[in-house]
């Protein structure tokens, strides 16, 4: 099989670079292993996790046409593995692409404040990608499952894609945003057993962890005791930002709802690297608070 060459203008997120180190990590040895080639836009700003709206709509939007304007420049599509960052720089982005056709006085006054900060101005000539649609649509799942060298057989797996992923864009082409699939295809790919719960396409709670605790670790807590009921040996999620709800406050969330969970919680491009061969200590898979040795017994690795 011809494997395709693909070129991304990638925008790895704040947490991924900071938190969660090993989840970029793992994104670069996963693109390195298929092939496709990241041009890091090291000029970019955080995309505001959705906050920087609550004081206004015109500077998210100018924060994130900025962003586009990065990729637009290399004339490449913006690609993040971060189901939050997809959701408000993809949102901005139809925005910004409606307003061309109806508001081009709005356009025109992002655009003004990017030439002051001699920034390149907003085109809209460019899409922004998560790295599962990458996956799915661009290099193919059938590309994909030819690349595995050990294939997760036996392992069960709950997808956990999050909201922003799924419902931050007003549409997206590659999935339905009710009844995902997207997640579980790259799963049989690989060899390893999708696992179903009822929590799979909603919050993880983190948008409200700073000033509802408890409630964000209860939601936390209810999605990954559903997955554990339906017989999860771990949750897969593709958002830096679920990961740390899930795992990294796993511990609190477990004193909240007064359960032990203990489910490991993997990072999307974490998984898939080790059916490629890759090593488990090049993915970063020891500093996970939930410890990820279960996973890997359960493959052989």
Request: glycine content about 8%; hydrophobic content about 35%.
């Amino acid at each position: 099989m011809r494997f395709q060459t693909l070129k991304y203008a990638y925008f790895p997120g704040c947490v991924a670079q900071g938190a969660c180190r090993e989840l970029y990590q793992s994104t670069a040895a996963l693109t390195q292993a298929l092939g496709i080639e990241l041009i890091e836009l090291k000029k970019a700003s955080c995309c505001g996790s959705g906050t920087f709206k609550e004081d206004s709509q015109l500077l998210e939007d100018t924060v994130n046409a900025r962003n586009i304007a990065l990729a637009e420049e290399l004339n490449l599509p913006l690609l993040t593995h971060c189901s939050t960052c997809q959701g408000v720089i993809g949102h901005v982005d139809e925005r910004l692409k409606d307003f061309q056709q109806t508001d081009t006085a709005y356009i025109e006054q992002i655009n003004g404040l990017l030439r002051k900060e001699n920034c390149s101005p907003y085109r809209g000539s460019t899409e922004v990608k998560h790295l599962l649609w990458a996956l799915v649509t661009d290099y193919g799942l059938e590309a994909l499952q030819a690349r595995v060298t050990r294939k997760l057989a036996g392992l069960k797996c709950a997808a956990f894609y999050g909201c922003y992923l799924l419902r931050g864009q007003k549409s997206i082409p590659y999935d339905n945003p009710f009844q995902p699939e997207s997640m579980e295809n790259v799963f049989r790919a690989v060899g390893a057993t999708p696992v179903y719960y009822r929590g799979r396409t909603q919050c993880c709670g983190w948008p409200i962890s700073s000033y509802a605790t408890e409630q964000s670790f209860k939601m936390a807590g209810s999605h990954i005791q559903e997955a554990i009921d339906a017989g999860a040996d771990c949750i897969v999620t593709p958002c830096p930002l679920c990961h740390l709800n899930l795992d990294s406050r796993q511990p609190e969330v477990e004193k909240v709802i007064g359960r032990k969970l203990g489910l490991p919680v993997l990072h999307l491009p974490q998984l898939v690297s080790l059916a490629l061969g890759i090593s488990p200590q090049q993915l970063g898979l020891s500093k996970h608070i939930v410890s990820t040795k279960p996973v890997l017994e359960l493959i052989g690795r």
